[in-house]
């Protein structure tokens, strides 16, 4: 999988290399391995769902996410870029690694007591993880576990989200 995604130095902003996914995508095989192993994160020991719904975040958490709710026979929930969604949304600001954001979801995403697994493809700083996380909670969803591609160990994601299961099909 490794051999999948190219590195893109200073990209988009100087200082940052870019986690470029778009060879993994075009790569039937391993698009396929991929979505099976971040699918194994929404399931119990048993092989069974474990989640009612996937949460991914613009906008490859989209591109992964969506396949994986395939996956499991579960729905997908998109969480945006702010003024993105129409109708009702929950709003949360948050860090990147190179400036602020704000994601929205719609508030009817998610019901009360449903179990998510959110999916993106970095695990970085974790602010987006986080603020993706608040979002669910803010539905009155439960944040079951986060499943990423990659995780950049350098940086504190995991500690940024907090106590919550994290898969990483790689780890950098």
Known sequence: MARLVRDVADFPTAGIVFKDITPLLADPDGLRAVVAGLADAGRDDDGRPAV???VGME??????????????GVGFVPVRKAGKLPGETHAVAYALEYGDA????????????ERVLVI???LATGGTARATA???????????????LMELSFLPGRATVGDVAVTALSVV
Do not use: N, Q, Y
């Not at 704000?102 to 007591?113: P, S, Y």
């Open 52 to 54: 009612d719904k996937v």
């Open 120 to 122: 993106d493809d970095v």
């Open 102 to 113: 704000v994601l929205e979801i719609h508030c009817d995403a998610v019901a009360a007591g």
């Open 134 to 148: 608040d979002l669910v909670a803010a539905c009155g969803g439960t944040v079951a576990g986060m499943a990423f």
């Open 59 to 72: 906008a490859r958490g989209f591109i992964l996410g969506a396949p994986v709710a395939l996956e499991l």
